[in-house]
């Protein structure tokens, strides 16, 4: 099993953009990371601007991109992103909507929306500001080629800065 992660701290700690340094004994998968505010133009186009610092209701978009560097396929990729305390996840942003679940207990994952039983025994949605992470099930990916996941969080609450990962990658090669 090959890994990757990265992790970086950014102003205000939302988690931020950083990559692993390719190695010998690194994965042969690389994870580009990048946070973009969302902001509309004085026309209501949407506009992506550096996420260098963020407050409350601020939406920002997570973009990972996962590039094969070996000349081999890799197998069994799956791509996480993790939405730390304070982040909203914004149903139904993450894309690719195919092979993506989420998580808001350790180890759960499901479909949007996620659901929990109450104490009577009745089911309902679980809050958004309550998942954790998405995940996505990418499968192979060609010797060079890349694929991009993303999602949007709302910004509820800034947090104290800490080091969190931003990012994982999971791959096997045959």
Do not use: H
């Not at 601020?58 to 996480?80: G, L």
């Not at 080091?163 to 096997?172: I, L, M, Q």
Request: no cysteine; net charge positive.
């Amino acid at each position: 099993m090959w890994a990757a992660s990265s992790s970086a701290v950014l102003a205000q700690s939302v988690p931020s953009v950083a990559s692993p340094p390719a190695t010998a004994s690194a994965s042969p998968v690389l994870v580009e990371l990048k946070q973009l505010k969302v902001v509309r133009d004085e026309r209501g186009n949407e506009q992506f601007v550096d996420a260098a610092s963020v407050k409350p209701n601020d939406v920002i978009e997570y973009r990972a991109v996962y590039r094969n560097v070996s000349n081999r396929p890799v197998t069994q990729v799956s791509a996480e992103l993790p939405f730390p305390q304070g982040l909203e996840y914004l149903p139904a942003s993450a894309q690719p909507r195919k092979g993506v679940s989420f998580s808001a207990t350790a180890g759960e994952y499901a479909a949007e929306p996620l659901m929990r039983r109450r104490p009577d025994g009745q089911q309902e949605p679980v809050p958004y500001t309550q998942y954790r992470r998405a995940r996505w099930t990418i499968g192979e990916l060609a010797a060079g080629a890349s694929t991009t996941v993303k999602a949007r969080v709302k910004v509820e609450s800034v947090q104290p800065l800490r080091s969190d990962p931003v990012a994982s990658v999971a791959a096997s090669r045959p």
